[in-house]
């Protein structure tokens, strides 16, 4: 476990080292406010840190077991939400990576809970660092500052999730191949995990804004509602990017057909053409003994020549069908 805790305060003091033991000590006095940031913690290690905090036992089950949706709980102490934060994958594939977040808000103590790798909490920090609001000297600010955060990153990774879908369809009607294909399709696997990400944000946001006696005070409500509109804003651009997806792909496959079908075609008419020379080249070759073109002076030139103007009659009217 990696755990990271802040004391916030007027001068927005960077993170100072604080033993764990202090935490439910520090937590408890009237005018501190301590941010709490814990990378994949151990059962026993959120144990200990639900009996200094006095945490529910399902939250802590939840945050140990992880793969929630998105959602938010109420509890007598403390507000539960768990979002997921969206950056891009630290390969060239640009695949997006998701990072599920419990988000624990009390009255005196906000505690993030981060599932997976450690990638990037420093912009975070920052954020809450350095928001001037008066009411980010409260839980609730200091919640709605990091939310704020994952909101916004869900701003650059559907921008870029945007470009490479006009990348794929402009490659499509111009140079359709099997590796567009598969960057498709992993494209549709990224929308798809990220909208189920994004969705349920919009209900677990106005939920939130929904005060009946928690700990989130009133004075973000604005705020809460402007992210509302955001993740709105984002979930129509992810349904507008899944259709232009499936036009994409619609149109690979048009064009795909259409070449296929260009090349059965020109297969079909030059059997055509090969077939006719065939057909009066084995006539005159059964070697009959009564056929009258035998014994006829012209009969050799004859029958090429009529192997050839068939050949070319056919040629001409392919073309003409535009088949060649």
């Known amino acids: 476990m990696t755990i990271e805790i802040t004391t916030i305060d007027a001068r927005r003091r960077p993170p100072a080292p604080l033993p764990l033991e202090r935490v439910g000590e520090l937590a408890a006095h009237p005018d501190a406010l301590v941010w709490l940031d814990v990378t994949e913690p151990s059962r026993e290690e959120l144990t200990a840190l639900a009996k200094a905090l006095d945490l529910p036992s399902l939250a802590v089950e939840d945050a140990v077991e992880g793969r929630q949706r998105p959602k938010v709980?109420?509890?007598?102490?403390?507000?539960?939400?768990?979002?997921?934060?969206?950056?891009?994958?630290?390969?060239?594939?640009?695949?997006?990576?998701?990072?599920?977040?419990?988000?624990?808000?009390?009255?005196?103590?906000?505690?993030?809970?981060?599932?997976?790798?450690?990638?990037?909490?420093?912009?975070?920090?920052?954020?809450?660092?350095?928001?001037?609001?008066?009411?980010?000297?409260?839980?609730?600010?200091?919640?709605?500052?990091?939310?704020?955060?994952?909101?916004?990153?869900?701003?650059?990774?559907?921008?870029?999730?945007?470009?490479?879908?006009?990348?794929?369809?402009?490659?499509?009607?111009?140079?359709?191949?099997?590796?567009?294909?598969?960057?498709?399709?992993?494209?549709?696997?990224?929308?798809?995990?990220?909208?189920?990400?994004?969705?349920?944000?919009?209900?677990?946001?106005?939920?939130?804004?929904?005060?009946?006696?928690?700990?989130?005070?009133?004075?973000?409500?604005?705020?809460?509602?402007?992210?509302?509109?955001?993740?709105?804003?984002?979930?129509?651009?992810?349904e507008m990017s899944r259709e232009l997806l499936v036009a994409a792909l619609e149109g690979h496959m048009s064009v795909v057909s259409n070449r296929l079908n260009e090349v059965v075609l020109k297969v079909s008419a030059w059997a055509a053409i090969i077939a006719v020379p065939t057909v009066i080249a084995s006539i005159y070759g059964m070697n009959f003994r009564h056929m009258p073109e035998l014994a006829w002076t012209y009969g050799y030139p004859f029958a090429l020549g009529l192997m050839v103007g068939c050949a070319l009659a056919l040629y001409l009217a392919f073309r003409h069908q535009r088949w060649l």
Not at 133 to 144: H, I, M
Request: glycine share 4%; net charge negative; hydrophobic share 45%.
């Open 73 to 238: 709980d109420r509890y007598e102490n403390c507000v539960v939400l768990v979002a997921y934060a969206a950056t891009l994958g630290d390969g060239s594939d640009g695949m997006v990576s998701l990072r599920e977040l419990e988000l624990l808000v009390s009255r005196r103590w906000v505690l993030t809970v981060w599932q997976g790798p450690s990638a990037r909490i420093d912009r975070f920090r920052e954020a809450v660092l350095t928001d001037t609001r008066p009411a980010a000297l409260t839980p609730s600010g200091v919640a709605y500052a990091i939310l704020d955060e994952v909101v916004d990153g869900y701003f650059d990774v559907l921008e870029h999730l945007q470009d490479r879908i006009e990348a794929i369809d402009e490659a499509v009607w111009s140079r359709p191949d099997d590796a567009d294909l598969s960057e498709a399709f992993a494209l549709r696997r990224d929308l798809t995990r990220f909208r189920r990400v994004v969705a349920p944000m919009r209900e677990v946001l106005t939920v939130t804004a929904r005060r009946e006696g928690d700990v989130i005070d009133d004075v973000i409500d604005e705020e809460l509602r402007d992210l509302v509109d955001h993740v709105v804003t984002v979930h129509e651009e992810i």
